[in-house]
């Protein structure tokens, strides 16, 4: 059973009160964002997020939960699989994808 985490604000909108989370972690440790999407770097312009993550990864070929996704991302961000700690929405592409590539990783609820 993986971890579970919900992350909602006053307003039940999780933009707000996951940005907040964002800049707090990154005080800490480096923040990457990893996913199928390849339009996310546009989406996150227009949000004015792009600058809040040190990473960027579009993972298309092949794209998570491909166990390859999860080495490039270790890659990209120069962290054993081991130390890098994998949070998502999808129980079966991140949670479970991550595990099979040797992550730790919890699961962000968004409902």
Not at 46 to 61: N, P, T
Request: aromatic fraction near 6%; proline fraction near 6%.
């Amino acid at each position: 059973m993986p971890i579970r985490l919900s992350i909602l604000g006053s307003t039940g909108s999780i933009g707000r009160s996951a940005l907040e989370v964002v800049r707090h972690l990154r005080r800490q440790v480096p923040v990457a964002i990893c996913t199928n999407n390849m339009f996310i770097e546009r989406e996150l312009s227009a949000l004015g997020w792009i600058d809040e993550f040190d990473h960027v990864v579009v993972a298309l070929d092949p794209p998570k939960p491909h166990p390859d996704a999860f080495a490039t991302l270790c890659s990209v961000v120069n962290i054993e699989p081991e130390h890098l700690l994998f949070v998502g929405d999808s129980v079966h592409s991140d949670v479970r994808g991550a595990h099979a590539a040797g992550l730790q990783a919890v699961w962000l609820d968004r409902y």
